[in-house]
T-cell receptor
Framework: EDQVTQSPEALRLQEGESSSLNCSYT??????LFWYRQDPGKGPEFLFT???AGEEKEKERLKATLTKKESFLHITAPKPEDSATYLC????????FGAGTRLTVKP | NAGVTQTPKFRILKIGQSMTLQCTQD?????MYWYRQDPGMGLKLIYY???????DKGEVPNGYNVSRSTTEDFPLRLELAAPSQTSVYFC???????????FGPGTRLLVL
């Protein structure tokens, strides 16, 4: 069965302290891997799509990378406004979501 | 463009009551989806639609019904509400099956 696992469940960083979030997956026939940001009480907001191993995408302080078994969301010099839950989803036969990583950035 | 809109934002239901969650998109997307999100769990697909008049079950369809009479609207119906249906419900849409899904703001439902 297709599975998506995100780690850690929660991450607390100081402002400026860079780190990475992990999304590991086991699916047959990956068509795409998606990263979303979700603020409390709101719907997921699209960040990136990655289609093949070795691909990288960047947006401001965020950089997403993809291998054959996992994806990383690297956050460089985070700010308090980066605090949110980050969701990973893989598209194979259907879309499967991970449980998310709740990121808190302290000033 | 408003994107994907959902109503209501929040609702309390008694066990056995019924209600319809509304979802509308103005992006002319063919595909529409309903998910539920429970604490500590990933989003779970309830139903999806590939176009007007065509719907199919997702991972957790029991207790729900859908219809799609227009491209824009995809309502989700709960016939006999149960406490297990307490959750946050998200509607999403995409142009094609394999493309990015865009989400609405969600409906928080509490069944007591």
């Amino acid at each position: 069965e297709d599975q998506v696992t995100q780690s850690p469940e929660a991450l607390r960083l100081q402002e400026g302290e860079s780190s990475s979030l992990n999304c590991s997956y086991t699916v047959s026939g990956l068509r795409g891997l998606f990263w979303y940001r979700q603020d409390p009480g709101k719907g997921p907001e699209f960040l990136f799509t990655l289609y093949s191993a070795g691909e990288e995408k960047e947006k401001e302080r965020l950089k997403a990378t993809l291998t054959k078994k996992e994806s990383f969301l690297h956050i460089t010099a985070p700010k308090p406004e980066d605090s949110a839950t980050y969701l990973c989803a893989v598209q194979a036969r259907d879309m499967r979501f991970g449980a998310g990583t709740r990121l808190t950035v302290k000033p | 463009n408003a994107g994907v809109t959902q109503t209501p934002k929040f609702r309390i239901l008694k066990i056995g009551q019924s209600m319809t969650l509304q979802c509308t998109q103005d992006m002319n997307h063919n595909y529409m989806y309903w998910y539920r999100q429970d604490p500590g769990m990933g989003l779970k697909l309830i139903y999806y639609s590939v176009g007007a008049g065509i719907t199919d079950k997702g991972e957790v369809p029991n207790g729900y019904n859908v219809s799609r009479s227009t491209t824009e609207d995809f309502p989700l119906r709960l016939e006999l509400a149960a406490p297990s249906q307490t959750s946050v419900y998200f509607c999403a849409s995409s142009y094609d099956r394999w493309e990015t899904q865009y989400f609405g703001p969600g409906t928080r439902l509490l069944v007591l």
